[in-house]
């Protein structure tokens, strides 16, 4: 599976990680983040991955900032995303489920590294369920403008 995944200046050793794990499960990260600790704008990268997910450059996304909220919300600005902050391997796993979230974001501020292989684990294994949950992201699609 390809993995888009960007990083701000909070997170350029969890986002090596997190690439290192992502080989290691077997998958193909491609990076769209930032190596230093230089400040940048999060903005930027999480439009950059959110558009990067939708055009199908890759299968999902990962982003990470301090608290994955500010980079999440950026993403979520692009027509067709689904990003959600997760900090438990639960709503890691909920949001593909229920939601079909195709972006999951974290904080490098907020949880540890192994806390965050466990979200990437949990959130890469689980399965969109459909029925009920279609008919919801429909709705979703609705407020975007979907036709």
């Known amino acids: 599976m390809k993995i888009i995944i960007g990083n701000d200046h909070a997170a350029p050793e969890m986002k090596w990680e997190i690439v290192k794990y992502l080989k290691e499960l077997g998958h193909e990260p ?28 890759g299968d999902c996304g990962i982003l990470i900032c301090g608290t994955g909220v500010g980079i999440s919300i950026a993403a979520n600005k692009v027509k067709g995303v689904r990003a959600a902050v997760c900090s438990d391997t639960t709503t890691a796993r909920l949001v593909k489920q229920h939601n079909n979230a195709n972006i999951i974001a974290f904080g490098a501020r907020i949880i540890g590294i192994e806390a965050a292989k466990d979200i990437v684990k949990a ?6 369920e459909g029925g009920r949950h279609q008919d919801r992201i429909n709705l979703i699609h609705a407020i975007e403008g979907y036709h």
């Open 30 to 57: 491609i990076n769209f983040g930032v190596d230093s600790r230089e400040s940048c704008n999060y903005p930027d990268i999480g439009e950059k991955v959110g558009r990067a997910v939708v055009n199908g450059e």
């Open 123 to 128: 959130y890469l294994d689980a399965e969109f």
